[in-house]
């Protein structure tokens, strides 16, 4: 993909480059070379979130598949399998497209495919990529009838997803939950290939509740993946188990490899650790971390975004340019982090009172008390978001930068 000045964030009369060309040109956030706002990323800190994950994952003993809806960047899902990711999560088959051609070669479809379209699309993304895994989720025999009606030419993969009361998909009983599997099993059109499931809507960020959740829901996967195993329902030499979201992958991690007949590849999907964010995660992480041992060292905010203070109209109050179209607002405001003043090219740290209390679309309300340092119009303003997914998918671009904001590459999304 090549950036132009018609890309939110590129500088306006720079030439068209490729990401690994932006390096060369020298540019600085806070010399003021890109117009703001800008959402960027921090280099050192995504370097060091990538490799925190995969150890983790390895001293866990079980592999990582993680969600590449967060950032759909083809540069980071690079990124994630350098690392040593087993392969990429999607939502969608066309979001599993584009993983395809960014060269993603085993992947999750962690959501029901119903749509003969859909079906049919993923059918031809594996006929014309030989090797290519992309297993989807099923919890009805309904789904199973709309698959056989096809007729495609080769079985498609399949993961049954165990689901809890109140929640999103998958199977609610185990009963529910092994008639499904015999009907698979049963079907010329699918291949039962291993058992999913989804806890991270229920973390609450209080030890006993979450270890006691994770426990009794992981109980319930592992007795269905051996009630399959014994009746022989799996039809793979490696059957998967996965789980995680990014609220309490830790102890999701640890109970990932059931005792089976066969090898059981235990994958782990979370995904927003990429570049974490100073908000919902960074509240529930800070649990994860203190059960580890971290010490500090744990995951690290990567994804910044930063507005310009255009106008201070009343004592203690001042807009800044960014608002919902161009960061994340949907599990919690954004929290001022850095402060530049206007002709600095240097960020320090944003006062403690300073807290921003609303958004529009294309403002941020900052506010402080009474008596506390004040930002002036031309000023820079960095902010930490809550909730990384939904800031990635409203920038087609993002620069990488160093420690002093120097750019030193580009990501770009296909949203």
Request: include cysteine; hydrophobic fraction near 45%; charge should be neutral.
């Amino acid at each position: 993909m090549q950036l132009t000045p018609a890309l939110k964030g590129y500088p306006h009369n720079a030439p068209p480059l490729t990401p690994a060309t932006i390096a060369a040109q020298g540019w600085n956030v806070l010399a003021g070379d890109l117009p703001l706002p800008l959402a960027l990323i921090r280099r050192g800190a995504l370097a060091h979130n990538l490799g925190w994950m995969q150890r983790h994952v390895a001293q866990a003993g079980v592999d990582l598949a993680p969600h590449g809806k967060t950032t759909m960047s083809p540069e980071l899902l690079a990124e994630q399998l350098r690392a040593g990711a087993w392969g990429i999560t999607f939502a969608t088959v066309w979001q599993l497209a584009q993983g395809v051609a960014a060269g993603v070669g085993r992947a999750l479809i962690a959501n029901q495919v119903v749509q003969a379209a859909d079906l049919r699309q993923l059918a031809q993304l594996r006929a014309a990529q030989p090797g290519l895994r992309a297993p989807f989720f099923v919890d009805a025999p309904e789904q199973v009838e709309l698959v056989e009606a096809l007729h495609l030419p080769e079985p498609l993969e399949v993961l049954m997803e165990l689901g809890l009361d109140g929640g999103r998909t998958g199977c609610r009983s185990a009963e529910q939950a092994l008639a499904l599997a015999q009907r698979i099993h049963a079907s010329p059109a699918l291949r039962l290939v291993g058992i999913a499931t989804y806890e991270g809507l229920w973390a609450k960020g209080d030890d006993a509740h979450d270890a006691a959740m994770v426990e009794q829901l992981m109980a319930r996967v592992h007795t269905l993946a051996q009630a399959c195993d014994a009746a022989g329902w799996f039809e793979t030499d490696e059957v998967l188990i996965t789980a995680g979201g990014s609220a309490v992958f830790d102890l999701v991690s640890r109970a990932l490899r059931p005792a089976l007949s066969r090898p059981v590849r235990g994958l782990l999907r979370s995904g927003c650790y990429l570049t974490h964010d100073d908000g919902f995660y960074r509240r529930l992480v800070q649990h994860v971390d203190q059960r580890l041992g971290c010490d500090g060292q744990g995951l690290r905010a990567a994804l910044e975004v930063w507005a310009v203070v255009q106008s201070c109209p009343e004592p203690g109050l001042a807009l800044l340019g960014v608002g919902k179209r161009d960061l994340s607002f949907d599990m919690g405001l954004p929290v001022p982090l850095k402060f530049s003043p206007a002709g600095s090219t240097q960020a320090q740290s944003a006062p403690a009172d300073w807290q921003i209390t609303a958004l529009n679309d294309q403002h941020a309300y900052l506010r402080w008390p009474p008596g506390a340092s004040a930002p002036r119009i031309g000023d820079r303003v960095g902010l930490g978001i809550s909730h990384p997914c939904t800031t990635f998918d409203k920038w087609r671009w993002m620069p990488l930068v160093d420690e002093g904001y120097t750019v030193t590459g580009a990501i770009t999304t296909r949203f």
